[in-house]
């Protein structure tokens, strides 16, 4: 059974902080892993999808890396911004459905 | 192109009366999905058609719940009776293919009181 983690559950920086969000997987055989954004009370806006035979993805400010030998992505957002005040959620398909990580609730400070 | 749109947004209901959820996925889109995430938990799997076809209902919590996607276009997800910890927020999405990026509508928020 696949089990996803991600640490930390909340993070606070100042505007213009680099953030550094991590996700962790028990097995490692998936077909892809996607990072999603929620805001309160509303659906999960897609932001990156990484195949599993791929080793980043990158959307402007968001760079996504996929370790899968060892169970690990991490999501990069530079220079972050009020803006980017959400819950950042990972996923990965390990079969045809994906299985969640509890997420981590950003925070950037004006 | 319009993305996966959901109805009700919220629906509020007594213990044992019936709801139904309705989902439209993106045109073209043959893989639809429902999650649900219940309050401090994950968001959870619950069943994948493909087309019309129910390829895996195995997080489906029991038999109150019936989904239905007459034709391959839209979904319905019916809770009857419904119960106190069916409260959640249902989530639709949908897919070009079984391996692809999946889109999220807005989810509907069922309160069972």
């Known amino acids: 059974k696949q089990e996803v983690t991600q640490i930390p559950a909340a993070l606070s920086v100042p505007e213009g902080e680099n953030l550094v969000l991590n996700c962790s997987f028990t097995?490692?055989?998936?077909?892809?892993l996607q990072w999603f954004r929620q805001d309160p009370g509303k659906g999960l806006t897609s932001l990156l999808l990484?195949?599993?035979?791929?080793r980043e993805q990158t959307s402007g400010r968001l760079n996504a890396s996929l370790d899968k030998s060892s169970g690990r992505s991490t999501l990069y957002i530079a220079a972050s911004q009020p803006g980017d005040s959400a819950t950042y959620l990972c996923?990965?398909?390990?079969?045809?459905?994906?299985?969640f990580g509890a997420g981590t609730t950003v925070t950037v400070r004006a | 192109e319009a993305g996966v749109t959901q109805f009700p947004s919220h629906s509020v209901i007594e213990k044992g009366q019936t709801v139904t959820l309705r989902c439209d996925p993106i045109?073209?889109?043959?893989?639809l999905y429902w999650y649900r995430r219940v309050m401090g938990k994950e968001i959870k799997f619950l069943l994948h058609?493909?087309?019309?076809?129910?390829?895996?209902e195995s997080g489906m919590p029991n038999n109150r719940f019936l989904a239905e996607r007459t034709g391959g276009t839209y979904s319905t997800l019916k809770v009857q009776p419904a119960e106190l910890e069916d409260s959640g927020v249902y989530f639709c999405?949908?897919?070009?293919?079984?391996?692809?990026?999946?889109?999220f509508g807005e989810g509907s928020r069922l309160t069972v009181l």
């Open positions: 999405a949908s897919s070009r293919t079984r391996t692809g990026e999946l889109f």
């Open positions: 097995d490692s055989a998936i077909y892809n």
């Open positions: 990484i195949q599993s035979s791929q």
């Open positions: 996923a990965v398909k390990p079969d045809y459905k994906l299985s």
């Open positions: 045109s073209g889109h043959d893989n």
């Open positions: 058609f493909v087309k019309e076809s129910k390829q895996d």
